[in-house]
């Protein structure tokens, strides 16, 4: 009894954490309004620019490494889909990250009432990027419909838990290269690197070959994040998918922790 | 005349200088942009997958282009002269040019061409260690008129582009932040540049539409008279549209720089 309680109560002293800045963000969207319009259109007009890239090449070919315009969709649908959710709750977050630790700021995370991790992870979210969540969403839904596809609520429960470890790993994988700033004190942070890689998570699996297919698809999990979910609607659940993506996300979330847990106990010895 | 050169020979010797102090950023964005380089690769290929030409170009043509752009980016593109230019607006730092013999304007575009002889060299570092694997995609048509007309719609486009960096600086008279402002105009920029996709791979009257648009000759333009996407009569014409354009954004940023000032002094009282 005591043993359930004990996590339970953890679970809410986070909640009631997480809510707080949920609040803190919501007041302060509201403050800069003007900020908020302009921020969730820089994002819908990225969004077009590849739905725009996709519609015209398909103008010319019928078929990009076997995968037709709409399953094409569906695929930068779902990629966009786990981004606009990493720049939503954790991107600015992990951003400032660096940049704190490298101007010092990065010990008034130390002080508060929870996990460094957690503190660092959770302080604010990004409405703007949020609300774009709903854009991708509509994506992924007008793709699915142009398929005739008429997912099962199991396939529906696959497609989120996919797309949520897409989530963790894309978050591991952001936290691994802020996490390098506790060991390079270069004025510039590598987190942009993100961005770079992340693009190749707009491309079917069935594209890459050589060394890419080594790289992009087997050693970092960015096809992975968007080709697994959206493999999941397309042509149902898979055994191999499935421990592709789990293995994945674990491996990657470990890494990132332990980097960071390591880097935490260099910056607390380093300030001391 | 002679004095005119010399002043701003030492800002573009000084520009030279400070550029190389970030010759690591260079070199660190070149090696993304080859990053990016095999995502095109990848994606093209895919694409071409049982097509021998799509849009009447082959796949080493579109490669080419693709890798032409990289080149062109770092040689005519603005890279952050809008934020830099926002800043010494901040700052107060263009305070000190309103008292001097030195045009504003010139002053930036000097500092923007050393910037980019720098980066534009540094960029070709990567390039060519890249050569052994990209070296078999490239193809150039042999014409030589496509030289003697790219050059000057490259120096063009350089121009346009950091026009409307200026331009969007020129922003910061009225505004706080220009950042969105600049990041949304840079998604346009990026569709209708020709960055994602060849501009000509278009519906027919869409491309018509975009030829007279500023977009079109900041990097399409030029990319597409080297590698051969445009014909002559296209590129002649071209060049006039695009004359008329660094014209009209001249102008609109010397209006701005007038008007601007009248709020910078009103503010700094």
């Known amino acids: ?272 | 005349m002679r004095l005119l050169i010399a002043k701003y020979r030492h800002v573009f010797s000084v520009g030279l200088q400070s550029n190389i102090v970030y010759r690591w950023n260079f070199a660190m964005r070149a090696a993304f942009s080859l990053i990016h380089l095999a995502f095109v690769f990848i994606l093209w290929r895919a694409a071409y997958q049982g097509e021998t030409t799509i849009g009447g170009f082959s796949l080493h043509q579109t490669l080419t282009y693709f890798i032409t752009l990289l080149v062109l980016q770092f040689f005519i593109g603005a890279f952050n002269e809008d934020y830099e230019i926002s800043e010494e607006i901040r700052s107060g730092l263009i305070n000190q040019f309103l008292t001097k013999p030195i045009n504003y304007f010139v002053y930036r575009f000097t500092i923007f061409v050393s910037a980019r002889l720098v980066s534009g060299l540094l960029a070709l570092i990567p390039l060519i260690l890249a050569l052994p694997l990209i070296g078999e995609y490239l193809t150039f048509p042999p014409e030589t008129w496509r030289l003697v007309l790219g050059l000057p719609a490259a120096l063009m486009s350089a121009l346009i582009q950091f026009t409307i960096a200026y331009i969007f600086g020129m922003l910061t008279f009225w505004f706080l932040e220009i950042q969105s402002f600049v990041i949304l105009s840079m998604t346009i920029e990026t569709l209708l540049g020709g960055q994602i996709f060849p501009l000509d791979l278009l519906p027919a009257t869409i491309f018509r539409m975009s030829q007279f648009l500023p977009y079109y000759y900041q990097m399409y333009f030029p990319a597409a008279i080297f590698t051969g996407r445009i014909d002559y009569a296209s590129a002649v014409q071209g060049l006039g549209i695009q004359a008329f354009w660094v014209l009209a954004l001249l102008g609109i940023a010397n209006f701005l720089w007038r008007r601007g000032l009248k709020e910078h002094t009103a503010v700094g009282g």
């Open chain 1, 1 to 272: 009894m005591a043993d359930s309680a004990l996590p339970s109560f953890i679970v809410l002293h986070y909640l009631k954490i997480w809510l707080a800045s949920v609040r803190y963000s919501l007041v302060r969207s509201m403050m800069f309004r003007g900020d908020f319009i302009m921020w969730s259109m820089v994002e819908f007009f990225w969004m077009g620019v590849n739905v725009a890239a996709i519609a015209v090449i398909y103008q010319h070919t019928d078929s990009i490494a076997g995968w037709s315009q709409y399953e094409m969709l569906l695929l930068i649908g779902t990629s966009m889909l786990v981004q606009r959710l990493l720049m939503g709750l954790f991107w600015s977050n992990l951003f400032e990250m660096g940049r704190n630790i490298r101007s010092g700021n990065f010990d008034f995370f130390l002080e508060q009432p929870g996990h460094p991790l957690f503190m660092v992870s959770t302080r604010k979210i990004d409405l703007d990027s949020l609300l774009n969540v709903t854009v991708a969403l509509a994506i992924v839904l007008f793709a699915v419909n142009k398929l005739g596809l008429s997912p099962s609520l199991g396939d529906i429960a696959i497609y989120v838990t996919f797309v949520g470890c897409g989530l963790v790993s894309s978050y591991a994988i952001v936290l691994l290269l802020a996490s390098v700033s506790f060991w390079t004190i270069g004025t510039k942070g590598v987190e942009s690197g993100y961005f770079t890689i992340y693009e190749f998570s707009r491309l079917p699996k069935q594209a890459f070959s050589g060394v890419a297919n080594i790289i992009f698809v087997w050693i970092l999990p960015t096809v992975v994040i968007s080709n697994a979910p959206a493999r999941a609607l397309i042509s149902g659940f898979s055994i191999p998918d499935a421990i592709w993506v789990l293995s994945s996300t674990l491996i990657w979330l470990s890494l990132g922790i332990v980097v960071f847990q390591a880097g935490l106990r260099r910056y607390s010895s380093a300030s001391s």
